[in-house]
């Protein structure tokens, strides 16, 4: 039964049972800006159905499972959960509700091993072995977290180690994770949204034996696709969107493709289109493609003549953009492609490519540059006089190419950031034409441009085609490649499966082409062979992963600390003396601390550089209390006053970087500057001094060793267990690792990150009591030198400035190393210089050798 | 909302916002100083002003270049302190080695540079680590040719440098002509409007076929060959220039970059801008001076000028006000 009206949604009776929808979604709309992206779709799901939704690319299917998800708030509809209807649908709720989605892109986190993913993403509970139990159908259910979600892996035939950080995996084993991830909150609805786009055979037959199972459990699924293929080996019934609006439902066994088809197809026309190329047959042929592989798509084959629009249909990501950035030098290739008789390199085509990204926002406009500069920077030798520009020239020739397009702006040095999207589109088509391209690439031209636009836009395609420049269009809708060229190849996981030419090319045969495809995905973008079996690489593994891991550094760390010390003994036995042991590591007690709180900073993907003057200014602050004539009150006073003053600063940096947008080097460089000031307001020139009873206590030592080390190495290791162990280290790591990631899977990254900041102050302060007694005394000039300091033993520790991923441990042995190398120098009679040389190389050798480690283990993974 | 011609509006020269911004406040600045503090704006003040503007002016356009990269170079004290240490130790008193002193100075300056250059645009290290080893092996240099005791400077810089020309300090001139050479060319060649392009996103500026690394690279070596020219004035203005002469202009350096508009997170440079900033700062310290607030004053003064001049650029401001000004837009309610 086919439902082929717009408007009305009468259920199938037939098919709906008396049971109710787990999820119900009735006349739902959506608009965004003005523009409809749902319109009254109504759609419901029955416990233990495969319910499939079809659409093209901007039917508004993905939306629909936003609105199901909570993500996005309907403009009007009802919700139904289980019969319930729900006022306002929030992401937690929807969890709570046993409402589960597995998005395209997988919100995993590259720096973190397999088992924190699962860790960080699912609750507690799921780990606990009553829940296994309950729900996997093995007696032995019950285990180890490790046993638990190595079963999760198994059951999705996924077989990383769960050591091994999600980074090395291969796109389809983080698809994989991710599934496993849904699956293993045991939802009552499962979304998946086009979950076979990067998988193989082996990994599709899994993975539909898992959703069966989940819905023989009683699940109920929502799958999104593109392929009828996979409808009918999955689904009992199926929903077709098209443009946003409801187009129909029936069950699976009772319609044909073609049905199903004429559904899907026939999407309202939203522009005109200039005329077709006229062909003669005396065209020359002037672009050719024989063989073209690259990453991603595989042996594309196309010719064109004079005057003719190649178009590369197919949905979104099967390897059109990566053909396209082949095609624009972005990306190295193999076989040829022939320009006006010529065979073109990578290297000429970045050059003299005229390229229109998709994304213009990232790759194709300098937003905060004006629209003259962004249409001139392609071409700007040809406005050379001498040395200089001539800028007379360069505004007529820039500015006729803009007029001759129509760009429509407040002037010609507006900020091409408040052009509309069609007018974008258009200056980075007038840079296109003003660099005298060898071919135009053009990827979704249209995308995010109004209708009027789109006229101008395909005229002018036209127009450059016929000027004898080759023109390739990739488009994920249909209708317009059927409108405006003149060949088109189809593209199926990176195969060209349809090659249509002059009136054959319709939006039917294109879709028909595309989403009746069987192909196998070539695994995109890496075309890499799957890793072998756990069983056959156990040898290496083991040590490859260390090496791999957070704790090579540290390694490394002890064994120079070790040769060093051996060597400056044999040189001088007073080095060991207990004299020196204690006052080096009473010193590192006081870089340590600091440098413990810049770890937390980093690992958030941040910087603190206020952490210096934060601890000199404590120490001033400290010197009007910790005196000797002072009673206990006052000191105690002073004690919660420094605190109070670490919060404070680590939440205003916090604060600037989250609500203030401020970068994190703007935000801590301000509070590095204020507190310098206020330190000199307190005292223009040091006084104060610190109590003899203070110093004493904080002086302690057991054997040569300072009791304040004892403490921070203790401290380090709490730090260390909770980064690895607990829920918070996992959110922490989690954020710096992928901040968009982390907040998709519930992680809330402003308190997160304000935390980590006020955290990095609380540890500045406790440097700043060690500090205080090593100074003795309210110097407004000291501490500053500790934000530098800190940030090279951090590096030296092996933490990643990037974010993600670090250790307390080996910042415990960078802050050692860097005041054994300081205090290395007295003893080897060297001259300050030789502090300053240590110093610098050992920071650079260790950000080298640690950051060129890690991407040749990036390029051989891609090389694989 | 855009209007509706043919034929666009062709550009007009216009004052950038940060030129705006921070001309008014020194505008306002010096108002206050003439009222509060005249004694500020004495001839001798100025003339004791001005040498050291100059300098910082220089230092914070060779930061600018670097920001307009998206990195930060923390180099600078041992950059100026370097080119210092070598054309007051080197010649000691000697004017005819001068010259080849100068020119030892920029081949370290280039070398640093091309170091710098080479750690971030090559290896892709971060910039703050990068810049921060190389200023610790530039202040090895430092104490290895000077053992870390200052040195009288010779005669012929401190006449050159330090002198007077038409009663106008001559590092005022040497700033003009560093400051009109790097306006030219950031503005003015195909290498500058490409390099801004690179700063503002280096993604599409890759997709354009343009070559990032070399120009982030070149970014950090003109910012270390500003810097040697800095410490060469800072040298002849200063009778006996310590070891650690640096120290005090990296901070100053990146607020009057931030003050003249240039963004931290790279892209368009506001030179001009950039310079007034480095005379607005220092004449917040002569005015300082001359009204008796402490040293801390001016500090806190540069923190908050940090502050208000990022927080110009990064917050949505309209948004802000349409916080204040209406009510929250409702939300469509879930029909039931």
Redesign the interface.
């Known amino acids: 039964m086919i439902l082929l009206n717009n408007q009305t949604y009468v259920p199938a009776d037939d098919l709906v049972a008396v049971s109710v929808p787990t999820l119900s979604l009735s006349d739902i709309t959506k608009t965004y800006a003005g523009v409809v992206a749902l319109e009254n779709v109504s759609f419901d799901v029955l416990p233990g159905e495969v319910h499939a939704l079809l659409g093209e690319n901007g039917a508004g299917k993905s939306t629909l499972m936003n609105v199901a998800s909570g993500t996005v ?7 139904r959960v289980g019969g319930e ?1 729900i ?3 929030s992401p937690a709720l929807a969890a709570a509700s046993g409402i589960a989605i597995v998005h395209q892109h997988p919100a995993v986190l590259p720096d973190m091993t397999v088992l924190e993913n699962l860790q960080v993403a699912l609750p507690a509970s799921a780990f606990s072995s009553t829940a296994a139990s309950s729900a996997s159908s093995a007696p032995d259910a019950a285990g180890s977290v490790e046993q638990i979600a190595g079963r999760m892996l198994a059951e999705m035939g996924l077989t990383a180690h769960l050591r091994d950080r999600v980074e090395t995996l291969t796109v389809a084993q983080k698809h994989l994770l991710e599934i496993a991830k849904a699956l293993a909150l045991k939802p009552r609805i499962l979304v998946l949204d086009e979950p076979t786009a990067p998988l193989g055979q082996d990994s599709v037959d899994l993975l539909f034996a898992r959703v069966r199972a989940a819905v023989a459990d009683g699940t109920s699924v929502i799958y999104i696709t593109h392929r009828m293929a996979e409808v009918r080996q999955l689904a009992t019934r199926v929903t077709v969107l098209r443009d946003g609006r409801f187009r129909g439902t029936a069950a699976v066994a009772e319609i044909t493709d073609d049905e199903l088809l004429a559904l899907i197809v026939g999407r309202k026309l939203e522009s005109t289109f200039p005329p077709k190329h006229e062909a003669d047959g005396t065209e020359p042929v002037n672009f050719v493609l024989k063989g073209f592989t690259g990453p991603g798509f595989e042996d594309v084959n196309a010719s064109t003549t004079r005057g003719q629009i190649l178009g590369v249909a197919g949905v979104v990501g099967n390897g059109q953009s990566e053909l396209l950035r082949a095609l ?3 990306e190295s290739f193999t076989g040829t492609a022939t320009v006006a008789d010529r065979a073109v390199t990578p290297t000429e085509l ?4 005229g ?1 229109m ?1 998709a994304d213009r926002h ?13 249409a ?3 071409a ?2 040809k406005f ?1 006089k001498f ?3 001539s800028s007379p020239r360069e ?1 007529t020739e820039v ?1 006729s190419t ?2 001759s397009l ?8 507006a900020v091409v950031s408040s ?2 999207g069609g ?1 974008q589109q258009k200056v980075v088509m007038a ?1 296109a034409l003003l ?1 005298e391209p060898l071919i135009v690439v053009a990827d979704e031209p249209t995308q995010g441009v109004d209708v009027g636009a789109r006229l101008e836009i395909y005229k002018i395609l036209r127009q450059v085609s016929a000027s004898g420049i080759p023109v390739i269009i990739a488009s994920s809708d249909a209708k317009e490649l059927e409108g405006l060229c003149d060949q088109v190849i189809v593209m199926s996981r990176g195969h060209a499966v349809d090659l249509i030419v002059g009136d054959e090319i319709t939006e039917e045969r294109i879709v028909r082409a595309a989403v009746s495809s069987t192909t196998h995905t070539i695994e995109v973008p890496t075309v890499r062979k799957q890793r072998p079996l756990a069983g056959t690489k156990v040898r290496s593994e083991g040590f490859a992963r260390f090496v791999q891991g957070d704790y090579a550094p540290t390694v490394l760390l002890v064994g120079i600390i070790v040769l060093l010390g051996a060597f400056i003994f044999s040189q001088n036995a007073r080095y060991l003396s207990a004299f020196n042991i204690y006052s080096v590591l009473t010193l590192v007690a006081a870089l340590g601390f600091i440098a413990l709180g810049q770890t937390i900073a980093l690992i958030i993907g941040g ?1 603190d550089l206020s952490v210096g003057p934060l601890a000199g200014f404590l120490v001033v602050v400290g010197s009007f209390f910790f005196n000797d004539d002072k009673p206990l009150s006052i000191v105690a006073l002073g004690l919660v006053l420094m605190f109070v003053v670490a919060i404070a600063t680590g939440f205003v940096n916090g604060a ?1 970087i989250r609500f ?4 994190a ?3 801590t ?6 507190l ?6 307190l005292r ?1 020139s040091p006084d104060g001094y610190i109590g003899s009873g203070v110093t004493a206590v904080m002086t302690t030592k057991v054997g040569p060793v300072p009791i304040a080390f004892i403490v921070l190495v203790v401290v380090a290791v709490l730090l260390e267990f909770a980064l690895r162990r607990t829920r918070w280290g996992r959110r922490l790591r989690a954020t710096g690792s992928s901040e968009e990631s982390a907040r998709r899977i519930g992680v809330n990254i402003n308190k997160t990150v304000i935390l980590a900041y006020m955290l990095t102050s609380i540890f500045a302060f406790v440097g700043a009591i060690m500090l205080m007694v090593q100074i003795g005394v309210g110097d407004p000039a000291q501490g500053v030198s500790y934000t ?1 300091t800190s ?2 033993a951090v ?1 030296l520790g092996g933490t990643s ?2 974010g993600g991923r670090g250790t307390f441990i080996g910042t415990l042995f960078g802050s050692i190393l860097l005041i054994q190398v300081l205090n290395a120098t007295t003893f080897l009679g060297l ?4 502090q ?2 240590f ?3 050992l ?2 050798a260790a ?2 050798l640690y ?2 480690a890690r ?1 040749r283990k990036k390029k051989l993974e891609a090389l694989a | 909302m ?11 020269r ?1 004052a950038s916002k940060g030129l705006i911004t921070v001309g008014v406040a020194l505008v306002i600045l010096l108002v206050a100083s003439a009222v509060l503090a005249p004694s500020s704006l004495s001839q001798g003040a100025v003339l004791g002003m001005l040498p050291f503007a100059s300098v910082l002016a220089v230092v914070g356009l060779g930061q600018m270049l670097v920001v307009q990269q998206g990195g ?1 170079d ?1 180099s600078v004290p041992g950059a100026v302190s370097l080119a210092i240490v070598i054309v007051s130790r080197i010649p000691n008193g000697d004017n005819a080695l001068l010259v080849p002193a100068i020119l030892l100075a920029f081949g370290f300056a280039a070398a640093a540079g091309l170091l710098n250059g080479f ?1 971030v645009g090559r ?4 910039a ?3 810049t ?6 530039l ?2 240099a430092v ?2 040719i000077s ?2 005791s200052p040195t009288t400077t010779t005669r012929l810089l401190q006449s050159v440098a330090g002198g007077l020309s038409f009663g106008i300090p001559n590092s005022v001139f040497f700033a003009a002509v560093v400051s009109v050479v790097v306006i ?1 060319l950031v503005k ?3 290498a500058g ?2 390099f ?2 690179i700063g ?2 280096p ?8 070559r990032v690394r070399v120009h982030q690279t070149a970014a950090y070596v003109w910012a270390q060959l500003l810097y040697c020219i800095a410490g060469v004035l800072l040298a002849g203005i200063t009778a006996q220039p310590t070891a650690f002469q640096g120290n005090t202009y990296l ?1 100053p350096a ?2 009057v970059v ?1 003050l003249g508009g240039t ?3 790279g ?2 440079g506001f030179p001009l801008a950039t310079v007034v900033a480095a005379v607005f700062l220092s004449q917040l310290d002569q005015f300082n001076l001359a009204v008796g607030v ?7 003064v ?3 000028a ?2 208000v001049g ?2 110009l650029y ?2 949505d401001w309209s948004r802000v006000r349409g916080r204040f000004t209406s009510s929250r837009p409702t ?6």
Request: proline share 3%; glycine share 8%.
């Open positions: 708030q309907p403009d009007s509809g009802t919700i209807t006022d306002v649908l624009a030098g972005l970045l050059h003299r490519a390229y990204p990232r790759e194709g406009l300098m937003m905060t540059l004006t629209v003259q500069e962004n001139a920077i392609s700007l030798t050379k040395l200089v520009l505004v500015g803009l007029d129509n760009v429509k702006a407040p002037a010609m040095d052009l509309s007018n840079r660099s910087i600037l203030g947008k401020f970068t080097i703007a935000a460089l301000t509070l590095y500057i204020a310098q000031g206020l330190s000199f307001l223009d530098l940030i090279t590096v400035l990037l001259s300050q210089m030789w300053y040389i110093q610098g190389v920071i650079l950000a080298v950051s060129v991407s | 855009e209007r509706q011609v043919t034929g666009l509006k062709r550009p007009r216009r930060i923390l750690l290896l892709g290290l971060n703050i680590i990068a921060l080893g190389t200023n610790a092996l202040f090895a104490l290895g053992g870390g030219v003015k060649t195909v409007r490409r801004e392009a503002a996103n993604t599409a500026a890759r997709a354009t076929g343009l901070i990146v607020a931030v963004s931290l997170l892209g368009r402490p040293y801390a004053v001016r500090t806190l540069q923190a908050a940090l502050a990022v927080a990064t917050i939300k469509v309610a879930t029909t039931v």
